[in-house]
């Protein structure tokens, strides 16, 4: 009789542990259901883009299936510098407009289309610049490109009637003689390694001297 009651005693403790974890189980995924909504959960909780009217925002700009289940998380693994370049470029070819990826918890738009790059850069809120400025910081630190908020436009306001377009027409010649003597001398260095840094200063200096 005391076997048959601790048996007994011990199913039933089974059971309610079962129960609670379908319970939990079933608030966990309802909990994912709605999150997902506004995170893609797969791609590591990465905020979905949304559009104001509501309308789908892939009528607005596609999104490219990633490799795996996991978006575009694991689309550049395994590649090089090189290979992430080619990537890059025969994405943007393939979709052939501004398009979003979703990789790591993030939330990137690429823009590749004039249309996309004149509504972005004319906008006067949005110059926080994305999360892969933070490479130039070490080398560039926080100037015009690289800064936000009230030091960007003190440093705008500044050089803004220096390069008034008006200005810059009249060196519009000496600007693309530069930039062709610039590109003259990787010609034909296809697999030779050469630091920016030594030759970035002396084109420079020469477009703006």
């Known amino acids: 009789m005391i076997s048959f009651v601790g048996e007994f005693s011990g199913g039933g403790c089974a059971t309610m542990i079962l129960l609670w974890l379908i319970v939990a189980l079933s608030v966990l995924l ?41 978006a575009n998380t694991f689309d550049l693994y395994g590649r090089d510098h090189a290979g992430v ?18 990789a790591f918890g993030t939330s990137i738009y690429n823009i590749i289309d004039a249309d996309s790059a004149e509504n972005v850069l004319n906008h006067p809120n ?26 960007w436009h003190a440093r705008r306001k500044m050089l803004t009637p220096t390069f008034h377009f008006n200005i810059l027409n009249q060196f ?19 697999e030779v390694t050469i630091s920016l840094h030594d030759v970035i200063p002396r084109f420079t200096l020469n477009s703006i001297c």
């Open 85 to 102: 370049f080619n990537h890059s470029r025969d994405r943007a070819k393939k979709m052939g407009t501004s398009y979003i990826e979703y």
């Open 126 to 151: 949005l110059i926080t610049k994305g999360l892969v400025y933070n490479f130039l910081h070490p080398f560039l630190r926080t100037g015009l490109l690289t800064s936000t908020g009230k030091k």
């Open 30 to 70: 309802h909990w994912l259901y709605k999150v997902n909504k506004d995170y893609y959960i797969l791609s590591f909780f990465s905020r979905r883009i949304r559009t104001k009217d509501g309308a789908p925002v892939e009528s607005i700009a596609p999104i490219p299936k990633g490799r795996t289940i996991f």
């Open 172 to 190: 519009q010649e000496i600007f693309k003689t530069e930039s062709l003597k610039f590109l003259q001398q990787f010609k034909g260095q296809d």
